[in-house]
């Protein structure tokens, strides 16, 4: 059975950096796409990027392209999404989900259990 385990978040001031892995168990991640997604508190889930089974295409949400990257690493059964230039408003529960496309949350079908990201001086 898959399991997807996120790690990575944590407390980091305005301006620096976190990069969150997303690890699966259970099946290879390299038949579908991996999106991350972020949860603030009272706001809806929102996607924030996803990539492609190969690696070759990504999306990204408009307030966060040029800050963040997603990537994979197959080999490690691993999707990572690199943050930079964090921002208060990048608080939120950070998701990844599998066997889906897009920004949409309704088009996954396998999410991990989340990793708070905290920005605050």
């Known amino acids: 059975q898959l399991q997807l385990v996120e790690s990575g978040g944590g407390l980091v001031q305005p301006g620096g950096s976190l990069k969150l892995s997303c690890k699966a168990s259970?099946?290879?991640?390299?038949?579908?796409?991996i999106g991350w997604f972020r949860q603030a508190p009272g706001k809806e889930r929102e996607g924030v990027s996803c990539i492609n089974n190969i690696g070759s295409r990504t999306i990204y949400l408009d307030s966060v392209k040029g800050r963040f990257t997603t990537y994979r690493d197959n080999a490690k059964n691993t999707v990572y999404l690199q943050m930079t230039n964090l921002k208060y408003e990048d608080t939120a529960v950070y998701f990844c989900?599998?066997?889906?496309?897009?920004?949409?949350?309704?088009?996954?079908?396998?999410w991990g259990q989340g990793t708070q990201v905290t920005v605050s001086s």
């Open positions: 989900a599998y066997k889906g496309w897009g920004l949409r949350a309704s088009a996954y079908s396998y």
């Open positions: 259970g099946w290879q991640l390299d038949q579908y796409g």
